[in-house]
Structures are given as C-alpha cells and as structure tokens.
C-alpha cells in the first residue's frame, strides 16, 4: 500500500498547490526580513528566532524542518543548526528555513553577504551557483527523468569550479566521471516536496505536471593550501521549490531574491 500512496503523494492537485504556495509565500517574507535585519554582530539564533515568529505570525503552525542558520565556516556544515556565533563582516550567511501550512512543507535556502556587499569571490561562487540552478530549472519539465536537473546543474558546477581553479586542470567530462566536483558539491540538487519536506515517492519516476520538487544546488569551500584563501569559508546554496507545469515548472518561492543586484539594493535599503 506504501508504493500506492506514495504514487498519490506525488501529483498535487489544484488545492494542495494553493496551500503550498501560501506556504512558500509565509517562508519567502519570513527569509526576505532576515536578509534586512542581518549584520555584523548579531548571533545565528537571533535569525533563526525572527524567522520562526515570522512564520507563526503570518498563520503557520509550525516549521517544516530544522532551520539552518550558518555563519562563516558554518556556511560550509550542510545541516549547521543556529548557534550562539557571531557572524562577521566580510562573511556568507546561508539560511535554509521554511515553514509547514495545514500539513504541507515549503523550503528555501538563500545566501547573502553578512555586510550586505558580496566580495569578488563570493560574487563569482555565487554567480556559479546560480547559473546551476538555472540550468536545473530549464531541466524541469514533464517527461525528464528526475535525475536530469540535477545532471545539468553539476556540468555547470563542474565547469564553473574548473574556471575558478578549484579544480586541477582537467576537462569537464573528467571532473564529473571521477567525481572531483564533489569535493565543493557533495549533495543531490533535490527532492520530492509535499506533506514532508523529503517526501515520499520513487525517484525513478519521471516528471509529469503537479509534482513539486526542490531546485537546490550548492557550493561549499573549505580552507585547504591548495585553495585560494579569498575562496575560504564560502558556502553558497540557493533552493526554490518548483511545481512541474506542462511547458516546464513554475517556481512558488521567488519571493525571496536571487539576483546579487537584488540582494545588495535590499539589504541597502534596510540599512538606510
């Protein structure tokens, strides 16, 4: 019975895709006040304390999942729960929070510059970051297999990390068959969404209108001698939660934004 139900789990119909647009909506505000009230000083938990009475104030019953608030070198820990550091100026601050609205899950991650100005570094993982997921987002459509964003989203990854020099000279074919990208990308770029966050169905299955699935692709530097120091302690994901339509997905959670331009001009505009 578990395969049945799981099968029924994974086509939404018309008012469970309402619900979790609402509940991408509650999230996405929740995560657009954290970027303007973040700055040097202020401890993880403190954003994760707004975050959480954002959610339960816009009518949500809870969170879907641990939030992950990460700091500095914390950017880098995937599943870094809020602690009592205190982020810096000059650092990358990755939230990975969403709320839960009459049963169903939303989930977003953003990063952004703690100082509100991302350096040239940050600026070019991030933009390499995004670029992934743009090309796991033009993947999502009805008939792929759900392994394909994630398929395209690391051919960029890979491609980027090598431009970067992150990566030892080789040609892009070579990074992913060996698997070197992993070294900087070391998760899946996804999953099935709904009643749980992880939600249940069989990844085999290809895409068809009405599934709802994550788009989460990464980035993650740890200080080692053989990595340019500017690149240290940069850890970068961006998730939005896309419903497979039948021309392609539409995302509910860009609420939040993606653009570096955007970004800075909000969290400037909280400043002022």
């Not at 000083?41 to 969170?63: C, H, K, M, P, T």
Request: proline share 4%; glycine share 8%; charged share 20%.
């Amino acid at each position: 019975a578990g395969d049945l139900v799981a099968s029924l789990r994974l086509v939404k119909d018309e008012a469970e895709r309402q619900t979790m647009a609402q509940a991408a909506a509650i999230s996405a505000a929740g995560h657009v006040r954290a970027m303007q009230s973040t700055r040097p000083g202020l401890a993880e938990y403190e954003i994760e304390a707004g975050l959480l009475a954002d959610f339960r104030r816009a009518g949500s019953q809870s969170v879907a999942y641990a939030s992950i608030v990460a700091s500095g070198p914390h950017s880098c820990i995937l599943h870094h729960r809020a602690g009592d550091r205190r982020m810096q100026d000059g650092e990358m601050l990755l939230i990975d929070a969403g709320c839960e609205l009459d049963g169903y899950a939303s989930d977003i991650t953003r990063s952004f510059p703690v100082s509100g100005r991302f350096s040239q570094a940050q600026a070019d993982c991030y933009g390499l970051v995004l670029a992934a997921q743009e090309a796991a987002i033009e993947a999502t459509c009805p008939g792929a297999a759900f392994t394909e964003p994630h398929d395209a989203a690391v051919r960029v990854l890979a491609q980027g990390m090598l431009d970067l020099h992150l990566l030892p000279t080789q040609s892009v074919d070579a990074a992913i068959e060996s698997g070197a990208y992993k070294r900087f990308y070391m998760h899946r770029t996804g999953h099935w969404l709904g009643l749980d966050v992880h939600d249940v169905g069989d990844y085999r299955r290809r895409l068809s209108p009405g599934m709802v699935l994550t788009i989460e692709p990464g980035l993650y530097i740890q200080p080692a001698t053989d990595i340019p120091e500017a690149f240290w302690n940069i850890g970068i994901r961006i998730e939005d939660d896309a419903v497979v339509t039948p021309k392609g997905c539409d995302l509910l959670t860009r609420g939040v934004p993606v653009a570096i331009d955007a970004i800075e001009d909000l969290m400037a505009q909280a400043c002022s």
